[in-house]
């Protein structure tokens, strides 16, 4: 599932966040597109708490893509 | 920066970022800028030149009053609170240094020059329960809106110009709130109080604060929030130029931990202090609000019983473009717009939805009307207040909180 939260600012990237993956539930990963530096401290410490790892690529000046890919397939 | 400006620079130039060329431009231009204000008055250009620092602090740190307060209710975490309380304690720290050189027998009634000693009543927690929902609301209190703003964020613009309308709504009616309520709330300064002297008071503040540090780890253990690993090098730094580059990323490109830039705040305001006054925001927005109803032929009344109350709603008074509040207000934006340059992370940011500008505004207006009540916003009347030795810092910060809370409630609602 992809999330593109350009344009947003805290705290909705991590409620988006969180809420795609209550909802997925490890079925499937989340990728997370933001403009929004502060993301990057919000939402991955969150993943842990839905069964998820994470990871964070810088794809632009300012952009970033995080990953959160569900821990150990199947829940 | 516009390639105009570039070219003529030639090939000294070539392969670096044009975001780091507007970065040195942007600090040469606030450079410069403190030459005129020298020449009218040394503390100005002092003060811009901290300005700056603190405007660099809180684009590095990601430094976020709103986000401290709000997360705490919306994810149970306490991450930037945690900073803020570790600020705290070093301002704190140099405040006491500051004031007792100036008031070293507490007991006789004078209060120290310039600390944000605050009334204490129901327009402090009344301020506090607007400023409180408004900033989480509009998503950054002022001094967020203010970086923000200078990082490209147009919903932080909106945010502002809600703020200064809000803060000429309590310039007209301050009269008002002033025989209704201020004039009867009492200043409490504890070294004066309870024969607790600048000894009692720091034990009481630092043992506050160690509480209030201790119940937010257990807040966040409570909620299950999880620390991140700190990651280590991937290889390790062997030369002078490995080492260079990685200070100039740990410095220039990554975000700061929340720790350092609360640290470093703290350390900030004390020098303001030394300096003149310690830090606060709202003042200068005050006197744009004021100045610009003066000119629209709607100038406020002469407000009552203001002089007599430090902090920032005080000093709107100043006249001319250069003031000490506009040293420590306007010089957020150079200095965080210079932090996010040589980040990278400079980008105009247009919110989608409506609904955004609208909760801007909103908020904006209820922060304004908030910081115009309590005499400060979450710098003046709370980070610069509590190291005052001010009981009013603690219980406009309570109050945030209950703004805060209530500001949660509301958001969680909109999507």
């Not at chain 2, 809180?58 to 209710?73: E, K, N, P, T, V």
């Not at chain 2, 690993?229 to 975000?255: C, E, I, K, N, Y």
Request: glycine residues 14%.
């Amino acid at each position: 599932m992809k999330l593109d939260v350009r344009g947003e600012v805290c705290p909705y990237p991590m409620l988006k966040a969180v809420e795609a993956m209550k909802k997925l539930k490890g079925h499937e990963e989340v990728v997370v597109i933001t403009d929004h530096a502060p993301c990057l401290e919000t939402i991955p410490p969150q993943a842990p708490r839905f069964g998820y790892s994470y990871s964070v690529e810088q794809t632009g000046s300012p952009e970033w893509t995080i990953r959160l890919v569900p821990l150990g397939g199947e829940r | 920066m516009p390639a105009a400006l570039t070219a003529p620079l030639g090939g000294a130039l070539r392969g670096v970022p044009r975001q780091y060329v507007a970065a040195m431009a942007v600090l040469v231009a606030a450079v410069a800028l403190a030459v005129p204000m020298a020449r009218q008055e040394g503390i100005l250009a002092a003060l811009w030149a901290l300005g700056l620092a603190a405007g660099f602090t809180l684009q590095r740190s990601r430094f976020c009053f709103a986000s401290a307060f709000r997360d705490l209710f919306l994810f149970g975490s306490a991450r930037i609170m945690k900073a803020i309380l570790l600020g705290l304690g070093v301002a704190t720290t140099g405040f006491a240094a500051i004031m007792h050189a100036a008031v070293p027998f507490p007991g006789f009634g004078a209060l120290p020059p310039e600390a944000h000693v605050l009334p204490v009543g129901i327009s402090t927690v009344l301020g506090g329960l607007l400023f409180g929902y408004g900033m989480v609301l509009s998503g950054g209190c002022v001094s967020g809106s203010l970086y923000r703003a200078a990082e490209g964020y147009v919903a932080s613009w909106v945010s502002l110009a809600g703020v200064v309308v809000g803060l000429g709504f309590i310039s007209q009616t301050w009269n008002w709130w002033w025989a209704t309520l201020v004039s009867g709330e009492p200043k409490i300064w504890l070294p004066a109080t309870a024969g607790l002297g600048y000894a009692g008071a720091l034990a009481l503040t630092f043992a506050a604060l160690l509480v209030a540090f201790v119940f937010l780890i257990w807040w966040e253990a409570r909620a299950g929030v999880f620390a991140l690993p700190v990651a280590a090098a991937t290889r390790p730094l062997t030369s002078f130029r490995d080492q260079l580059a990685h200070m100039w990323h740990a410095v220039f490109m990554h975000g700061w931990p929340a720790a350092v830039g609360g640290a470093v705040l703290g350390g900030i305001v004390v020098v303001m202090y030394t300096v003149h006054m310690p830090w606060g925001v709202t003042g200068e927005l005050t006197r744009l609000a004021n100045a610009s109803m003066t000119s629209f032929g709607a100038a406020p009344p002469a407000a009552l019983g203001l002089s007599d109350i430090g902090g920032c709603a005080a000093r709107a008074g100043e006249t001319g473009l250069f003031s000490h509040t506009f040293s420590v207000t306007v010089g957020i934006l150079p200095g965080a717009l210079v932090g996010a340059l040589f980040a990278r992370e400079f980008k105009l940011r247009f919110p989608r939805s409506a609904v955004r500008y609208a909760q801007s505004l909103g908020g904006g207006v209820l922060m304004g009307a908030g910081s115009g009540l309590a005499i400060g916003c979450t710098i003046g009347a709370f980070f610069s207040a509590i190291p005052s030795l001010s009981i009013s810092g603690w219980l406009f910060g309570a109050a945030l909180a209950g703004g805060a809370y209530l500001g949660v409630q509301t958001i969680r609602r909109i999507p």
